[in-house]
Nanobody, 119 residues
Framework: QVQLVESGGGLVQPGGSLRLSCAVS????????TKWYRQAPGKERELVAT????????TYADSVKGRFTMSRDNGKNTVSLQMNSLKPEDTGIYYC????????????WGQGTQVTVSS
């Protein structure tokens, strides 16, 4: 059973930082691409960052490039999202995603963690 559990959200002032984590069980993260999405109130879910499996290459949405950094800890089987210089428009629920449909499995999501950037 594949499970994703996010943590690390909270309330932060503009310009501040937060670090989100996603702990995965039931699947080795090095074997597939992992993604962070976010959903702001009244908006569609958007892709924020991606890290590939074996190579560990990262890509980012233009809106977070230079401020967010996605990484993976293979020993702990977790991915993280370091968010710096946060802006009010970064507010939303952040979701960890592992799409294993190419392997004949499901598209897995965590429960989400709330990030609120406000003064």
């Amino acid at each position: 059973q594949v499970q994703l559990v996010e943590s690390g959200g909270g309330l932060v002032q503009p310009g501040g930082s937060l670090r989100l984590s996603c702990a995965v069980s039931g699947f080795t993260l090095r074997s597939s691409t992992t993604k962070w999405y976010r959903q702001a109130p009244g908006k569609e879910r958007e892709l924020v960052a991606t890290i590939t499996g074996a190579g560990g290459s990262t890509t980012y949405a233009d809106s977070v490039k230079g401020r967010f950094t996605m990484s993976r800890d293979n020993g702990k089987n977790t991915v993280s999202l370091q968010m710096n210089s946060l802006k009010p428009e970064d507010t939303g629920i952040y979701y960890c995603n592992l799409d294993l449909r190419p392997l004949g499995l499901r598209n897995y999501w965590g429960q989400g963690t709330q990030v609120t950037v406000s003064s």
